[in-house]
């Protein structure tokens, strides 16, 4: 079988590059599946920040997309609108020269495009980002115009998605609700194949979080948070793993609040050892795809607490059995629950025994068995 992924890059961090690379290197290793990746806009300087098998064939355009960023209204429509030229064009002749059964857009990239290119192969959608969420604009910082501007034009682009795509893949039961008038809905969870080091013990004073210095993953409301349970619990401290464009000025919060016990930390590769030195994850987003940061410390044994956001924590965290869920953006409700965990290790433990048990839903084999069922239906119905 034939398939051909379309993704904006794989030179950046990030979850949805991590999986789609070890899930195209899964299908190319296992089911000896014909599997090519279209990178659109990855500088050719820029290597690859997750592996991917040797079998994988890689294809990149090199389009200097965010170039046009250099340049002042109204030119850059201009080029804009050449680069997105530039692009259809391209990717049709790739496909039509490859001719695939299986056509997949990672993270709605480009996905309204790729579902009218004319070929054989079915058209799959990867929604790596909630639907609600996934045209979002950081805070509050953007005009009137450029709001109502995404607006309509995400009606729009849903729109198109909705009538072409053979099947839309969301990661969550929430995600897939949103769906109403796509052809198909097929709800397909990730997985995490990372290397357990070790469990963790949850005798740890440590808390720990991990992700990008981001708006939407509500460090903010975490600071917050965590002044509640510093005053309480000042021997127990909180690391945050990640890098991001809100890097300094989180910085620069933690030193105005007075806030001792949090120390942020750039992503680490043995990530996994750090998860067993931790007794709890905390989860702060404002909205999430999925949340592979709650799924990695479960395997490891790390029971989580989390906001209720949409959409992700609830798929995998169990309330009251194998962490806690608290309403979005309530971070009184959240400094509580670190502190009934903090304070009761033998909860901890109770939690953490379910949380490795919750975890083996999400085993690799599984999840990939179902992608395997999926393409094989599709190609049969092409």
Known sequence: MKVVYVIDSLASKGGAERII?????????????????????????????????????????????????????????????????????????????????????VSYFKADMLCRIKCKAAKVIEAHEARLFSL????????????TWVRINGKRYFRSVEKYANVVVPLTQGDAKLWTRARRVEIIPNFSSMPISRLSLCTEKRVIAAGRLEWQKGYDLLFEAWKQV???????????????????????????SGIKNITIIPFTPNISEEYAKSSICVLSSRFEGFSLVLLEAMRHGVPGVSFDC??????????????FIVPVE??????????????????????????LERAKIFDVDMIMLKWKELFEVLQKES
């Open 230 to 256: 510093e005053k309480k619990h000042p021997d127990w401290r909180l690391d945050i793993f990640g890098s991001g464009r809100l890097e300094n000025t989180l910085k620069q919060q933690l030193v105005s």
């Open 136 to 147: 979002k604009l950081d805070g509050n910082n953007s005009s009137p115009f450029l709001r």
């Open 310 to 323: 949409p959409f992700g924590p609830s798929d995998v965290l169990e309330d009251g059995k194998s962490g």
């Open 21 to 105: 690379s070890e899930k195209m290197s899964y299908l190319a290793d296992r089911f000896a599946y014909d599997v090519t990746v279209v990178t659109c806009y990855q500088p050719s300087s820029l290597p690859n920040v997750y592996p991917i098998s040797a079998n994988v064939k890689q294809i990149n355009l090199g389009i200097p997309y965010y170039s046009q960023y250099r340049v002042g209204y109204p030119k850059r429509l201009f080029v804009k609108w050449s680069y997105y030229r530039r692009l259809r064009r391209q990717l049709s002749v790739i496909v039509k020269k490859i001719n695939p059964d299986i056509l997949v857009g």
């Open 330 to 355: 309530d971070v009184t409700a959240l400094a509580n629950k670190l502190c009934v965990l903090i304070e009761d290790e033998l909860l901890r433990k109770q939690f953490s025994a379910a949380a």
